[in-house]
Nanobody, 122 residues
Framework: QVQLVESGGGLVQAGGSLRLSCAAS????????MAWFRQAPGKEREFVTC????????YYADSVKGRFTVSRDNAKNTLYLQMNSLKPEDTAVYYC???????????????WGQGTQVTVSS
């Protein structure tokens, strides 16, 4: 089992920045591909970004490309999401997720955190 706990959410004005963290425990963090998803009220869950085991491979949804940066610190068992130039449409609950495989064709992840709220005011 992998336990994931997100933090760092909050209220920010449009154009501002936030940095989310996801602390992992339970298994070897570096064995897992990590991802961020988000879900806005009344909408389906949406893929945001993923990062490979060492951090050398990343992939972003078009909606966040150039504004968000995913990273990981395997020594600290922590995943990060730096969000810049935030827009009201980025408002959502943000979740981190983990699985062992790199596969951009599916959003099926094995482990999920409880989520952290990000609200961007206009």
């Amino acid at each position: 089992q992998v336990q994931l706990v997100e933090s760092g959410g909050g209220l920010v004005q449009a154009g501002g920045s936030l940095r989310l963290s996801c602390a992992a425990s339970g298994r070897t963090f570096s064995n897992y591909v990590m991802a961020w998803f988000r879900q806005a009220p009344g909408k389906e869950r949406e893929f945001v970004t993923c990062i490979g085991w060492s951090g050398s491979s990343t992939y972003y949804a078009d909606s966040v490309k150039g504004r968000f940066t995913v990273s990981r610190d395997n020594a600290k068992n922590t995943l990060y999401l730096q969000m810049n130039s935030l827009k009201p449409e980025d408002t959502a609950v943000y979740y981190c997720a983990a699985r062992r495989t790199w596969d951009l064709t599916t959003d099926n992840y094995d482990y999920w955190g409880q989520g952290t709220q990000v609200t961007v005011s206009s």
